[in-house]
């Protein structure tokens, strides 16, 4: 327990530039307070003292800002950054060397029975705002873009963005030949579009079925 307590901090200094000393990181890193918080309360939540790990989560969350459920798996070298409003539920399974940022989800959809929470792989990042929701995976090696929200698996080596969440970029390959930190992909822009070019075709055929009222009634006169 303490050399993965050890390696929690080591994470912290490969991750965030920011930090400047041990005792800074021990003591102001919320992200770290809420995963030795986690780590404890996961222990007891093992041997079914339901109510203490529940209890020890609840407090942490109160501190930290951040809810971790303590039936949830958490590998090694964990490291959430600035971590207020980061959610992981109770089926939750995060592998090694993951990275959660800030207002993260990681939820059910409330509708599933036993595993109900994401798989996320090793080496994966969770961009700002993200939401990833159900029992899928996340691959080893992906990230998910800030302020997503991903709804089916992504694979390794895959980056996925957008509302709903879909892949732009797989084994290094983009998916999309014209795509750019500027050019995002936007499903509900693309939406919005198809909505109205078939508004436009609507206002044409009423446009000449109009015209062909018109020039029936004077074709009688």
């Known amino acids: 327990m303490f050399k993965m307590f050890k390696e929690d901090i080591e994470v912290v200094f490969e991750q ?3 930090a400047r000393s041990y005792i800074e990181v021990i003591l ?3 992200g770290l307070h809420a995963i030795w918080s986690h780590r404890i309360a996961h222990g007891l939540f093992k041997r ?3 109510f203490l790990a529940r209890l020890i989560s609840q407090i942490s969350r109160f501190f930290t800002g951040i809810e971790i459920h303590p039936g949830a798996q958490i590998g090694r070298r964990l490291f959430i950054d600035h971590g207020m409003g980061v959610v992981i539920g109770e089926t939750c399974e995060i592998g090694d060397n993951v990275t959660i940022y800030q207002g ?3 939820g059910g959809t409330g509708k599933e029975k036993g595993k109900r929470h994401p798989t996320i792989k090793d080496n994966a990042l969770i961009a700002a705002g993200a939401k ?3 029992s899928i995976t996340i691959g080893e090696n992906s990230k998910i873009g800030g302020g997503s929200v991903v709804l089916h698996d992504v694979p390794d080596n895959s980056t996925a963005v957008g509302i709903p969440g879909r892949i732009v970029i ?3 390959v983009r998916v999309k030949k014209d795509f750019n930190h ?3 992909p936007d499903p509900i822009a693309d939406r919005i579009r198809e909505i109205e ?3 436009n075709e609507l206002r044409n055929e009423l446009a000449e079925m109009k015209e062909r009222k018109t020039e029936h009634a004077n074709s009688n006169l």
């Open 132 to 134: 990833v929701l159900g």
């Open 16 to 18: 965030d530039p920011a």
């Open 48 to 50: 079914k003292l339901f």
């Open 28 to 30: 102001t890193y919320s």
């Open 170 to 172: 797989k084994n290094g």
């Open 182 to 184: 500027r050019d995002l």
């Open 197 to 199: 070019l078939e508004m």
């Open 104 to 106: 993260v989800t990681l």
